[in-house]
């Protein structure tokens, strides 16, 4: 095996029970370091190939953490490789910011935390902002502040790989960009892979080293994001029209409603 793939994929198929095939035959090779974005719409296998990268759904074929199966890894060891951030919290138990993020230090501590083990976790709220939450119940923080948790404590892991389910969802424009650039600079600082599911497609096209377009279960294609976020690609897996602008190096793509420009040009016309 090439010593610069930390993570591949090879023919992954996964189905949910009762359902259609929610991954088909999906074979990826990923190197070390990097942000690479997952694209296409709801339901083409997104968050379904991130959970199986951490052995949450276990598929058909293989997921191999460099060469090893992370089906053979304990839990324990994988959560000192990878780590995963979900779409939303959802637990209703009393819990700091501090302590949650602290609970990222799990795989790596002994009977109590270390100095180290404090001092992650203290850079990582300060990372991202949530110096002033440290002691607040995660329960009473805005969705947006929440998701900021979640990544931080996902960051205290100390991971190789960073899976992550729609980060930016929650979040308002500016902290959007606060958790991109913050991304972009940990992946750099740290060497990590980045395997971020996002719909935002413009987060996508400006923030992504590597571009992975999903649609129905397939990899439909892969490359840089002109390679992928073309007008072509997403006519067909999105089924909308855009149109794509540049501003220097950076690509804006704006949605297209055929039926309001037909609209204006009857108007226009009369």
């Not at 947006?144 to 930016?168: F, K, S």
Request: glycine share 8%; with cysteine.
């Amino acid at each position: 095996m090439d010593a610069r793939v930390m993570l591949e994929l090879q023919d992954v198929s996964f189905a949910y029970k009762g359902g259609r095939p929610a991954l088909t035959a999906v074979h990826l090779t990923f190197e070390r370091g990097g942000i690479v974005s997952l694209v296409g719409p709801n339901g083409s296998g997104k968050t379904t190939l991130l959970r199986c990268v951490n052995d949450l759904l276990h598929p058909d074929g293989r997921v191999l953490l460099r060469g090893r199966a992370v089906r053979s890894m304990s839990r324990r060891e994988l959560a000192r490789a990878v780590a995963y951030v979900p779409q939303s919290f959802t637990g209703d138990f009393p819990v700091t910011v501090f302590d949650m993020v602290l609970l990222g230090r799990r795989p790596h501590v002994g009977w109590s935390p270390s100095d180290r083990d404090l001092e992650v976790v203290a850079r990582c709220i300060a990372d991202l902002g949530l110096a002033d939450f440290t002691l607040r119940d995660v329960g009473q923080l805005s969705g947006g502040e929440r998701q900021q948790v979640l990544i931080a404590r996902a960051l205290a892991q100390e991971p190789e790989v960073l899976l992550l389910d729609e980060p930016t969802s929650n979040l308002d424009i500016r902290h959007q960009l606060n958790v991109m650039r913050y991304l972009c600079d940990i992946v750099s600082d740290r060497g990590l892979l980045a395997l971020v599911a996002i719909h935002d497609l413009n987060l996508a096209s400006q923030y992504s080293d590597d571009v992975v377009m999903m649609h129905q279960g397939h990899v439909y294609a892969r490359g840089t994001s002109d390679q992928v976020l073309t007008r072509e690609n997403i006519q067909i897996v999105y089924d909308v029209d855009v149109a794509i602008h540049r501003h220097g190096d950076l690509r804006h793509i704006v949605p297209v409603d055929q039926s309001s420009r037909r609209r204006l040009e009857v108007t226009t016309a009369l």
